[in-house]
């Protein structure tokens, strides 16, 4: 595979990590954004590497995968350059552990459960008893019907994360365009072969398409449409504080709003402490598009449930608050492999609230992937043909551009088979102008 | 005809001016400051309980602002809400200004205060400048004051900052914080501006003639500067402080020649011994809220503004040195034309504005015909006839007259931003700056970041981006938010190479913020339970009794 020119589309954390395994496989990558390195959804997140909200499957798997490659990762990063020691250190892992707290019985039950299932799937979940909470969040609620311990629940500051993986992906050939943003695809003999950017042409191989929420917006104007969506989240800052939360701490009704698919508003607790003191509060989900305005009733809403935690915060002052917007599926997994519809174009994008946490590992599967090596985790549960990914109403940008995209392939073809002739280069670079 | 509802956000010179100007108009006002009492920075007033004899000493038009604070306070269609914080701005659709959200009842660092929202017809935003000071090494030791603190703590609360005083930076504000300074009883050693007579002669004696439209700016300056010769205080151009030295708090300072572009003439520095430094090199506009509001900004550093102070959002109006940097005087024609225009009186029509004869420095609005419905002896009668809606019963003569009142206003307001640019060429920030910095001076003082941890990150692809970059060295995260920090490391990372990559880069992505030192959507503070609450009870949009006639 040397000599192989692979393009990542997007350099979030997500890009970033993907870059990195493939340049490390001595493949001749480029990064592209058309903003700045981790400017977007990584640098506006939590910075959750979690296993404790995932039931068993597919995606807990690639958490597991991911939560083991990590300090491997960071340590060879950190071996490897004094940049790359920097970097680390400026990511802030945290092997901190997690704490889900019930405050309901019948939200003490459903933990319960989840926790038994999750043990069945070799995650560490061990229940506390009131003194061991005590003993472990001395400031949380007295009115909690339940908790668990997740030992292998960490946290990383997101934008230093991407910035080490991005680092270490530049220390081993990669380069990075910002600023550059993709406007059309060009493809010959059914084959994607290149990019047409805001600064020219960017010719490739491989087409990694890593632009988060906009991943769905990229594909339309690459030809090959599906249904990635934002949805947004909003995240409360306090002043910093002595310690007073100590793990990452969140209500277990959390679970329940990551896994719903509700247009309106959901909101859980999340509540954990930075390095430098401050008091994250999170966390919302809402689909309204990329709209990016302020509502008073969400953040009010996320600091009402975090009181239900930690009522004692209730005089902390909130001093910053900031949104992002996740890569939304319907069926909330990740959206991993080769397009079926368009040879030489690859996603990598989807993990909604979980990309820091899953980076590593998407990188890693990726690589196998293309590399057609054997693949570190199940792949297929990630696969691009899927009824999620593909079966749900257009794009609204596919659908008010004038050449409109083609309708989505039957979904029965297998990832390998990259077959497609019907696009013609012209009418592709046509898409976006 | 239920009178338009104008929220006005700042009461100082600018939104004082612009309430007048909107009751004149017969608009509801509600009038809202962080503060105790109105005035803002530039007319600050000692609290009440000092019951100062001679509230006036230290400040210049007090006669003036003491009948317009009045005027408006007590008028009956003006609320006043006093140490009131607006700690949201929420855009609720296309073609309306934004719900203001409020913290009310309370000092700003309270507790225990009460969320309300209000919606109004018309928002006019007046929420002024800070201090910008550059860092420079040892400017984060106790004694060393941002100039406008200074003046706060000698006009606000008569505390003398030091005995043997320096106080440097650039701009004419350097005068008044002397003259403040030395009225309070300190000794000023001498004053520093930083630009060089050259700059300096350049800047002001470009256009003469429009410096005549400042006669009143002038005579104040030139008052300063008799204070200044009267107490044989130096007044040095081309030289700057580029350290402050001393265990625990400042015990002297090195001063140095400086180039045009504020490089230092190696040789000429100069130790000083002080107790205490004030600095000042010019002002940041405070624009969370305009930006919070989505109003665009013109060359990102100042709210955008038409003829008639509206913004780029509907309902939305700016006035004062969030426009530009130009003063008092200026700040108050832009608030009354800001708020005659968000009562919705037509600018270009004839309209019930007092015939304003002169402008002066005291203020653009004064009491003459329909005005007389903002002055205190005013009941609700006149209301009715000075609404927007009845203009057209208006007679000829009186219509006459306010258009001319509004053309004095506006040709005021004009002759104010001619100031501004005068004032931004003859007082600019030289380049050579980052030349003081050495690799542990700090730069972001509530996060302690330094200029070599801005360095490495600027100079890296991967963490150049500007959220990238402030989350990795924590600089503008701390308690100010990026109000002091900000633009410094805005303009370091253009200095250093983060910016080279940028051209459209820093283009945000759709649906993210831009990345500018601006953006925060929290604009104060607010208590995690406060936050919770829900806010109650909504000012109400209609007032009580003079809904209609």
């Known amino acids: 595979m040397n000599g192989t020119r692979v393009v990542v589309l997007g350099a979030g954390i997500i890009g970033a990590a993907c870059a990195r395994e493939l340049a490390l496989a001595g493949l001749e990558v480029t990064l592209l954004d058309r903003g700045g390195a981790a400017a977007a959804t990584t640098s506006h997140g939590e910075g959750n590497i979690l296993v404790s909200d995932k039931g068993p499957g597919p995606e807990l798997r690639l958490a597991q995968l991911s939560r083991r490659l990590w300090p491997e990762v960071l340590a060879t990063i950190a071996d490897r350059s004094p940049a790359g020691r920097r970097a680390v250190a400026a990511a802030e892992w945290d092997p901190k552990g997690g704490i889900v707290v019930a405050t309901t019985e019948a939200g003490a039950h459903g933990l319960t459960e989840f926790a038994a299932a999750q043990r069945g799937a070799e995650v560490r979940a061990e229940a506390l008893t009131p003194d061991a909470l005590r003993a472990a969040e001395p400031f949380v609620t007295d009115a909690h019907t339940a908790a668990v311990h997740y030992p292998q629940d960490a946290q990383i500051q997101p934008a230093g994360a991407a910035a080490a993986l991005l680092t270490d992906a530049l220390a081993a050939g990669a380069t990075l365009r ?26 490739g191989d491989v087409f990694v398409n890593a632009a988060g929420p906009w991943s769905g917006t990229l594909a339309a104007r ?42 309106e508003l959901q909101t859980s ?29 969400v953040l009010s809403a996320v600091a009402a449930k975090a009181l239900r935690l930690f009522p004692s915060l209730a005089g902390v002052p909130v001093m910053r608050a900031y949104g992002g917007f996740r890569p939304y599926v319907p069926d909330h997994l990740p959206v991993i492999g080769a397009d079926p519809r368009l040879a030489g174009l690859w996603h990598a994008t989807g993990h909604e609230g979980a990309g820091i946490g899953l980076s590593v590992g998407t990188g890693r599967l990726l690589r196998n992937l293309v590399l057609d090596e054997p693949a570190q985790t199940d792949a297929d549960a990630f696969r691009v043909d899927r009824p999620a990914v593909l079966a749900t109403e257009p794009l609204p940008e596919a659908v008010s551009a004038p050449q409109a995209v083609s309708a989505p392939e039957p979904r029965q073809q297998k990832p390998t088979q990259q077959k497609r002739t019907q696009q013609k280069p012209t009418q592709q670079e046509q898409e976006g102008a | 005809m239920t009178p338009r509802h104008v929220a006005v956000v700042g009461a100082g010179p600018a939104g004082l001016a612009a309430a007048q100007a909107a009751l004149a108009a017969g608009a509801r006002v509600t009038l809202i400051d962080s503060a105790e009492q109105p005035g803002g920075q530039y007319h600050r007033m000692l609290p009440d309980a000092y019951a100062a004899e001679r509230p006036g000493e230290l400040h210049h038009g007090w006669t003036a602002f003491e009948r317009r604070r009045r005027q ?78 200074a003046q706060a703590l000698a006009k606000g609360e008569r505390v003398v900052v030091g005995d043997r005083v320096v106080v440097a930076g650039s701009g004419p504000f350097l005068l008044p914080v002397a003259a403040s300074l030395l009225e309070a009883g300190s000794r000023v050693r001498e004053v520093l501006e930083a630009n060089t007579p050259g700059t300096v002669a350049r800047g002001w004696g470009r256009r ?53 572009d504020w490089s230092v003439i190696q040789g000429t520095e100069r130790t000083v011994p002080v107790d205490a430094l004030c600095v000042s090199h010019g002002f940041s506009p405070q624009l969370e809220l305009p930006v919070a509001a989505g109003c665009a900004l013109r060359d990102g550093e100042f709210v955008a503004v038409d003829d008639e102070q509206r913004t780029s959002v509907p309902g939305v109006f700016a006035a004062g040195e969030i426009t530009g940097i130009a003063g008092a005087p200026a700040a108050r024609a832009e608030g009354a034309v800001a708020g005659w225009a968000a009562a919705g009186g037509s600018v270009t029509d004839a309209g019930p504005v007092a015939d304003a004869g002169p402008v002066t420095a005291a203020g653009p609005v004064t009491a003459a015909g329909p005005v007389t419905a903002a002055g205190p002896d005013a009941d609700a009668g006149p209301v009715a006839d000075a609404g927007p809606a009845t203009a057209g019963r208006r007679t000829a003569a009186g219509g006459t007259r306010s258009a001319r009142a509004l053309r004095v206003l506006r040709r005021s307001r004009d002759q104010g931003r001619a100031f501004a640019r005068r004032l931004a060429q003859a007082h600019p920030i030289g ?32 963490e150049s981006a500007p959220r990238v970059a402030k989350l990795g060295t924590r600089a503008g995260l701390g308690p100010c938010q990026a109000r002091i920090c900000g633009p410094t490391v805005a303009e370091l990372r253009a200095r250093l190479g983060g910016g080279l990559q940028d051209r459209p880069a820093d283009r945000p992505a759709e649906g993210l913020p831009t990345a500018s030192p601006h953006t925060r959507p929290i604009a104060q503070p607010i208590r995690l339970g406060e936050l919770a609450a829900s806010p109650t009870p909504p000012i109400p949009t209609d007032p009580p009794e003079e809904s209609s006639p």
């Open chain 1, 222 to 263: 690459l030809g090959a449409p599906f249904a990635v969506q934002p949805r947004r989240g909003d995240v409360l800052v306090t002043t910093p504080l002595p310690p007073t939360v100590f793990h990452k701490v969140y209500d277990a009704d959390y679970v329940g709003a990551v896994g719903s698919s509700e247009e």
């Open chain 1, 269 to 297: 607790a999340v509540v954990e402490s930075t390095h430098a003191g401050s008091v994250l509060i999170g966390s919302s989900r809402r689909r309204v598009g990329f709209d990016d305005r302020l509502r008073p009733e």
């Open chain 2, 431 to 462: 380049t050579g700056w980052p030349g003081w910095l050495r690799s542990d001076t700090l730069v972001c003082r509530c996060e302690e970041t330094d200029y070599g941890a801005l360095c490495s990150a600027f100079g890296s692809e991967a």
């Open chain 1, 178 to 203: 910002t600023g550059e943003e993709v406007l059309a695809g060009v493809a010959r003999g059914g084959r994607l072969t290149g990019v047409r950017t805001s600064g020219g042409l960017v010719e």
């Open chain 2, 72 to 149: 408006v306070l007590t008028h009956p269609r003006c609320s006043w809400l006093a140490e009131t914080s607006v700690w949201a701005l929420e855009r609720t659709g296309r073609d309306r200004p934004p719900r203001v959200h409020l913290l009310c009842d309370g000092p700003v660092d309270g507790s225990g205060r009460t969320r309300r929202t209000l919606d109004v017809d018309a928002l006019v935003l007046a929420t002024g400048a800070h201090d910008r000071v550059l860092p420079f090494p040892g400017w984060q030791l106790p004694g060393v004051f941002t100039a406008g603190a």
């Open chain 2, 208 to 260: 003469p003639w429009e410096l005549a439209a400042q006669l009143g700016k002038t005579a104040e300056l030139a008052e300063y500067a008799a204070a200044l010769t009267r107490n044989r205080v130096p007044y040095r151009l081309g030289r700057t402080v580029v350290e402050a030295r001393g265990a625990g708090r400042v015990e002297e300072i090195v001063t140095a020649r400086l180039r045009p």
